[in-house]
């Protein structure tokens, strides 16, 4: 899958001085190295354009395809949790790994005992959760997509073993200035007075086993 990403700045960069163009463009292209890698995972696990948030008929596989899923019942994520690694296990896998939306991860965080006090104290709010059960954890809103997919999704964690998900740069093609033209459909930059940066990448994605996967749904 071929993705790129582009970005406007003003004109005005031109004027100054030769540290100061280095650094604007640097730290463009390392954020433009952070969308790629978002990017990646809109793709890899919903199938959709990230431009357009529609599931695209160029990705043939996600790790949304799989049937198998739990959906939270009574506010008892962790009891979800539990339940999906079960059902890797007895698909013959190893659950060694969980990404949560933030706010599975904060409602784990938040749940409390019949004393009121919370069950998992050591997670804090949820947002730098980086192991849960012994399985390896990380935390990003793209296992919802909300803010890109078109049509909202239930997804709130996947539990599964994640080598049976692979990916690499096939080709990395350097981040390039664009001077003329209109690059993304936002107006010509001369007339706008800007220039544009653009990087790109193609990946390449393998999901080597559906049911090494379970889905959260909320």
Known sequence: IKLQVT??????VKWADEDVQIGVLQDLADNAGIALGRALDLVGIHKINPLTGQVSGQVPAGIIDTTQSVTIANGKYDEAVEAAAGLVIGAGYTPNGIAMDPTLSF????????TGRKIYPELGFGQNVANFMGMNAAVSDTVSAKNEIAVPSNLEGIVGQ???????VQR??????I???DPDGLGDLQRM?????????????????DEAFVLINK
């Open 7 to 12: 970005m406007r700045f003003s004109q005005e």
């Open 107 to 114: 409602g784990i965080s938040t749940m409390r005992d019949t």
């Open 162 to 168: 994640f080598e049976a998900f692979r990916w690499g």
């Open 172 to 177: 990395s093609i350097g981040a390039h200035l």
């Open 179 to 181: 001077e003329y033209g």
């Open 193 to 209: 007075n800007q220039l544009a940066l653009r990087a790109e990448v193609v990946y390449g994605i393998g999901i080597l086993a």
